[in-house]
């Protein structure tokens, strides 16, 4: 189980310390940053691997390491792309330049850019999805330049025309007359993938910034990457020596029971073994459902609870992910956007991870994996009905794979998988600075702008890792700029 977390070194004792309660993307961006400025850092993560909601585990019948779902990332994304090249981890991705959308005929639609500038360059590809008639594209076209026009203040969905404001994005699309089909088959396919959540329980700003950052802004901001190895080896092995090289202690299987504030000034841990762990720092980096509960009610923590009070209002939405096991190819596109459909993207993960099926064993399987974000049904309906629905799907799409035989499937639903980016979402969020100078919040739900995603996790990482060296007097900064808009953007948008 590693190291002595107790123990001090020499070198310990002349170095700030810091403790950062767990070893999710956002407890290991602070780490990374605070370690590379020679701050001595303790990860303590209460499960036996790091990477928190991104993460793998190994698959009894194949004996695979799957992940608890596939993880993309696009390329507007800066904070993420910074930290994997800190952390040396960058070359573990491969980056989409064609995304692949395949609607209710059956045509597989090439989507990608021209060398036309932002917001043109996927004009092209925009125009020529084969499921929408021409009224249709126009109709979504004229939505989205007033969408862009648009400045939501996140507070209550409000916006700056001069009407009624409205209180989702539901509301927002109904009040442009988008019809039915383009609802399902535009909108709704890119915001669900995206947020997790159905378009009535989505904030108009961050439906906004979907599409802002991801599609119109910039060249390359809808540009997907996704690890060509595990999870588990991306945030774990790949990433250990750089930790080990500078020093940082990384203690899984070490539950942290509660934070100690004292003299009103948080001074270490408590870990559920009992034992205490003095730091000069906390960084408090769990998820926003358990952060209340590390600490006592006293009269010392009153403010932070209230603090907290926003996020334990907060709501989530489940992610499912559906494996797929056959006994030959079902297709040789590495992924898929299934549109107007149940299961929303079909990763080739045989493809990506690079495995091609061992023709010495007895057993050749092609490893497929479907997501389905806003998942409620597929809780309602159970694996087995979930899994022989994705499985016709596929066979719809792919007729010609009908004969093909499911090996092994199984499903993995993360209950928890993001919080509701619910209308005026942004008041529940806390800033990582807490009230306590020493204290701080990070994780995806802290206030960083972003929806529940791994940029957001790093971010608040990055922010609460610049606080704590801003206090011991070192300006590094590691929060990126987003990409700004491009001229034509910013021309077309009045930005
Ligand atoms: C199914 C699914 C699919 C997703 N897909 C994507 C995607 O494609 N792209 C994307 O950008 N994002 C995606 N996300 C969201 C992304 O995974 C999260 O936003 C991000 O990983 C959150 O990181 P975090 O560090 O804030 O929180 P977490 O990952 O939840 O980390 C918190 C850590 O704290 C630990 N912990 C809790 N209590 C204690 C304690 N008492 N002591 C010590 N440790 C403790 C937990 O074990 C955990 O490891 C997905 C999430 C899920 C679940």
Redo the contacts with the bound molecule.
């Keep these: 189980m590693g190291i002595n977390i107790a123990a001090k070194s020499e070198n310990d004792r002349t170095r700030p310390t810091v403790v950062v309660?767990?070893?999710?993307?956002?407890?290991?961006a602070a780490t990374a940053a605070l370690a590379s400025r020679d701050v001595s850092v303790s990860v303590?993560?209460?499960?036996p691997r790091?990477?928190?909601?991104?993460?793998s585990f190994r698959d009894q019948e194949t004996g695979e390491a799957i992940d608890?779902?596939?993880?993309?990332?696009m390329g507007c994304?800066a904070n993420?792309h910074h930290f994997c090249r800190l952390v040396g981890i960058d070359h573990l991705f491969r980056t989409e330049r064609e995304l692949y959308f395949i609607g209710r005929d059956r045509r597989v639609n090439r989507f990608s850019a021209t060398w036309l500038p932002a917001p043109l360059h996927l004009a092209k590809s925009f125009r020529k999805l084969s499921y929408f008639s021409w009224r249709e594209l126009w109709s979504i076209a004229r939505a989205l330049k007033v969408l862009m026009r648009e400045s939501f203040t996140s507070d209550s969905g409000s916006s700056n025309s001069p009407t009624q404001s409205p209180s989702s994005f539901a509301e927002w699309l109904a009040e442009q007359q988008q019809s039915d089909h383009a609802i399902r088959n535009f909108w709704q396919v890119v915001l669900v993938s995206a947020l997790?959540e159905s378009l009535d329980r989505i904030d108009c700003g961050y439906a906004r910034k979907v599409f802002a950052d991801g599609f119109l802004g910039s060249r390359r901001g809808w540009e997907v990457s996704m690890p060509i190895v595990p999870l588990d080896e991306l945030y774990g092995t790949a990433m250990a020596s750089w930790f080990r090289e500078r020093n940082s202690r990384i203690q899984t299987q070490?539950?942290?029971?509660q934070v100690l504030i004292e003299g009103g000034q948080a001074v270490g841990v408590e870990l559920?073994t009992g034992e205490r762990l003095d730091a000069d720092h906390v960084v408090l980096?769990?998820?926003f459902h358990?952060a209340s509960s590390?600490f006592v009610e006293s009269d010392q923590t009153q403010p932070i609870l209230d603090e907290l009070a926003g996020a334990r209002r907060m709501e989530s939405a489940p992610?499912?992910?559906v494996h797929l096991w056959f006994d030959r190819p079902i297709t040789s596109l590495p992924h898929a956007v299934l549109v107007d459909r149940f299961g929303q993207w079909v990763f080739n993960r045989s493809t990506i991870l690079n495995e091609l099926p061992d023709s010495t064993s007895d057993r050749q399987t092609y490893y497929y994996q479907v997501?389905i974000?806003d998942s409620g049904e597929c809780l309602r309906v159970g694996q087995a009905e979930t899994v022989a629905r994705v499985v016709q799907e596929l066979h719809e799409v792919w007729p010609e794979t009908a004969d093909a035989e499911l090996m092994h499937s199984r499903m993995?639903t993360?209950h928890?998988?993001?919080f509701s980016p619910l209308p005026g979402i942004d008041d529940q969020r806390p800033a990582q600075q807490s009230s306590v100078h020493n204290l701080q919040f990070?994780?995806?739900?802290t206030a960083t702008d972003w929806p529940?995603?791994?940029?957001?996790?790093v971010k608040?990482?990055y922010l609460a890792a610049e606080n704590i060296l801003r206090q011991l007097g070192d300006a590094s900064q590691f929060v990126q700029p987003q990409p700004s808009l491009g001229w034509l953007s910013r021309m077309f948008f009045h930005h």
């Design positions: 309660v767990g070893g999710g993307l956002a407890g290991l303590l993560e209460s499960r790091l990477g928190g909601r991104a993460s608890n779902c596939q993880h993309v990332v994304c993420f997790s070490c539950g942290v029971k559920r980096a769990v998820p358990l590390l992610i499912s992910s997501v974000s993995v993360e928890r998988a993001v990070a994780g995806d739900w529940a995603t791994m940029e957001a996790a608040s990482g």
